[in-house]
């Protein structure tokens, strides 16, 4: 499976973007596909998941209510939609995939490259 993130910028603060992570490859073998972030000096950290097949999403207390995530399986595509974004959302966003439900980020084995996303105060 490979994994290409898009969509990150420069954006203020309240404002939004929706990230995408296309997949190919073998995604017949996918189960979850999950967003993790990383800012400068800290853990990288999960911030979402969701279900392949079905409609099961999971999402991190700090984003919960703000950001939502979506796929097209028609597109092989996941989205992360971010609303009302903060300076402390500033990281590189990962997307990853999973043969199981898990938001840690060791359960996740096909990660890619990371977009990065910046909000200004």
């Known amino acids: 499976v490979q994994l290409q993130a898009s969509g990150g910028g420069l954006v203020q603060a309240g404002g939004s973007l929706t990230l995408a992570c296309a997949a190919s490859g073998r995604t017949s073998s996918i189960y979850v596909m999950g967003w993790f972030r990383q800012a400068p000096g800290k853990e990288r950290e999960f911030v979402a998941f969701?279900?392949?097949?079905?409609?099961?999403?999971y999402y991190a207390d700090s984003v919960k209510g703000r950001f939502n995530v979506s796929r097209d399986n028609a597109k092989n595509t996941v989205y992360l939609q971010m609303n009302n974004l903060q300076p402390e959302d500033t990281a590189v966003y990962y997307c990853?995939?999973?043969?199981?439900?898990?938001?840690?980020?060791?359960?996740?084995?096909?990660w890619g490259q990371g977009t990065q996303v910046t909000v200004s105060s």
């Open positions: 969701i279900l392949w097949s079905g409609s099961g999403t």
């Open positions: 990853a995939r999973s043969p199981h439900i898990a938001t840690q980020g060791r359960n996740y084995d096909y």
